[in-house]
């Protein structure tokens, strides 16, 4: 039948959404906002790269990390509130927009953070923080049209609007003082533990109706666009050793297979797991399942960073030798895994020995990974032994670990009822 709510554009209240209600996908203005995250991730990722190669290793780290807290923070608290209220009326399109503005505007700034980082003075986060603030205020109008429509869940729009609306009036102050790092992380340390405590505090009593499914195919779909960096480094590398005097040679395929045998394996690791069904049984855990993707989000960007840095390798234009080469991939590729398995253990409960025989013998792939680099196993054929490291998880998974992962739903599903 034809979706009446999507009959017109005239303004409909705020009122909240079913959180059960069934078959709810991503809509087509998520997908939209979703495309200017392509271009912030892309960025912080070349920036990463650019430092990681000059082997400013403060620099990169310190500035990506940053990058990603900020955007990936930002992306959520839009996506769980669209998936809780989302009316797809003319004034949630404008701030959906409006929150678009903000991340092209924030992603112009990456420039001048890692430049300040690297020069050791003030950290200069003025343009990034004018668009963070530019994705964040919309929010306030939005949270308060829920606490006019919606009274049951007012005292919650209420801490959001207060700890929102606060923590950006810091941010701005932070940027008048033009604040050494340093002094910059002591100063804005309260005002990162507001923005992130402040769902915790507005969902305690009376929760916000976020559908669980919605959410998992939401982040599902972040890290997708996140996994494309990892297939854009991968061409980079083939650019790079496709172009030079000795064109298609086996390095070249052998440098294709593993990039994107390490692509494959990441994404489906992060995929066996109906997270869907997961979450549902687990709202209660929402907080742990946002905090848990922030760091997937940032070592798969960081993983495709990993693979522009072995372009620059190949091009011989970076200091870094063939085994810190290879470190740069295989250190975030370790983090996603050790992240993943942290919140598979919390969400499902399980202190399952195949996990931890699944884990050693990740972290046996990852040593030799390592080890072969260092012996002088060349970077293609180190990243190639580094694909297999996902790979364990999905071999196992799909062969015997399936039956423990439905036993461990139905089981939880059994002690709810």
Same mark, same amino acid.
């Given at each position: !039948? %034809?979706?009446?709510?999507?009959?017109?554009?005239?303004?409909r209240p705020l009122s909240g959404r079913d959180q059960n209600e069934a078959h709810r996908t991503a809509t087509p203005l998520e997908l939209l906002y979703d495309l200017t995250f392509v271009v912030a991730f892309g960025t912080a990722a070349?920036? $990463?790269a650019h430092y990681l190669a000059e082997g400013h290793l403060a620099t990169a780290i310190a500035g990506f990390s940053i990058a990603v807290l900020a955007v990936v923070w930002a992306w959520m608290n839009y996506s769980w509130f669209a998936s809780a209220y989302d009316t797809d009326d003319w004034l949630f399109?404008? =701030?959906? /927009?409006?929150? !678009? @503005? *903000?991340?092209? @505007? +924030?992603?112009?700034?990456? &420039? &001048?953070? %890692? &430049?300040?980082?690297?020069? *050791?003075?003030?950290?200069? @986060?003025?343009v990034m923080v004018i668009g963070y603030v530019v994705m964040r205020l919309p929010m306030v109008v939005l949270w308060s049209l829920v606490a006019r429509h919606d009274p049951e869940r007012a005292p919650a729009a209420y801490r959001y609007i207060r700890t929102i609306s606060l923590a950006q009036a810091g941010w701005l102050t932070l940027v008048l003082l033009q604040l050494p790092l340093w002094a910059f992380v002591v100063a804005g340390a309260p005002l990162l533990a507001l923005e992130l405590l402040g769902p915790v505090m507005a969902e305690r009593h009376r929760p916000t109706p976020w559908n669980a499914r919605h959410i998992a195919e939401r982040h599902g779909l972040l890290l997708l666009i996140t996994l494309g960096e990892s297939i854009f480094g991968t061409v980079s590398v083939l650019d790079a050793l496709v172009h030079n005097e000795h064109g298609w040679t086996f390095e070249a395929g052998l440098f294709a297979v593993a990039g994107i045998g390490l692509t494959v394996s990441l994404w489906w690791m992060y995929f066996v797991v109906p997270w869907g069904d997961v979450l549902a049984q687990h709202r209660d855990r929402s907080t742990l399942w946002g905090l848990g993707h922030l760091v997937l989000f940032g070592s798969i960007a960081a993983t495709g960073a *990993? /693979?522009?840095?072995?372009? #620059? %390798? /190949? &091009?011989? !234009?970076t200091k870094l030798g063939p085994t810190a080469t290879v470190l740069t991939v295989t250190v975030p590729v370790a983090i996603f895994i050790l992240a993943l398995y942290t919140i598979g253990s919390i969400f499902l409960c399980q202190k399952d020995p195949l996990h931890l025989v699944l884990l050693g013998g990740t972290a046996g792939v990852i040593i030799l990974t390592i080890a072969g680099a260092a012996l002088g196993?060349?970077?293609? +054929?180190?990243? /190639?032994? $580094?694909? %297999? =490291?996902?790979?364990?998880?999905?071999?196992?998974?799909?062969?015997?670990?399936? *039956? #423990?992962?439905?036993? =461990?739903?139905? $089981?939880k599903a059994a002690s709810d009822t």
């Open positions: !039948m %034809f979706d009446t709510r999507h009959s017109g554009r005239r303004r070349n920036h $990463l399109r404008i =701030a959906t /927009l409006l929150q !678009m @503005v *903000g991340v092209i @505007v +924030w992603t112009l700034g990456l &420039e &001048e953070l %890692f &430049e300040s980082l690297d020069q *050791g003075g003030p950290i200069d @986060v003025r *990993g /693979l522009h840095v072995a372009a #620059y %390798f /190949l &091009e011989d !234009m196993l060349s970077v293609p +054929w180190s990243l /190639l032994v $580094l694909a %297999f =490291a996902p790979a364990v998880t999905v071999i196992a998974y799909e062969t015997v670990g399936h *039956g #423990y992962l439905r036993q =461990a739903l139905t $089981l």
